[in-house]
């Protein structure tokens, strides 16, 4: 099994919330950690803008990164957000198996 660490920004406070709420509801995460109190520099639509910000850290299976970005996007409240997935290339096989058992239906 191949799993992914989904780097997300949104809007802090209730909206980072429900997205994380939502994920984890769905079963297209085990996990969502919520960085708060980020400052976002960036370049839109021809100018520099800075935005406060939270960090979703999501943890799924490569094999339900399709469905999560779609879902992901669909819920979020940016018109382009940022979804960026990195490989997990090692972790604690136990709590790679727990992300598995969250994604499963069953559960």
Not at 9 to 16: D, F, L, N, V
Not at 66 to 89: K, M
Request: glycine fraction near 4%.
């Amino acid at each position: 099994m191949e799993y992914c660490l989904v780097l997300c920004t949104c809007p802090e406070g209730e909206p980072a919330e429900s997205l994380a709420r939502f994920l984890v509801e769905e079963h297209l995460a085990a996990c969502v950690n919520i960085l708060p109190g980020l400052t976002s520099v960036y370049s839109w639509e021809g100018r520099i803008a800075s935005e406060r910000e939270a960090l979703l850290l999501i943890k799924t299976e490569a094999e339900a990164y399709s469905r999560l970005e779609l879902r992901l996007r669909d819920r979020h409240p940016y018109e382009l957000p940022e979804i960026i997935a990195v490989s997990i290339e090692r972790g604690l096989p136990d709590y790679l198996q727990w992300i598995s058992q969250c994604l499963s239906s069953d559960s």
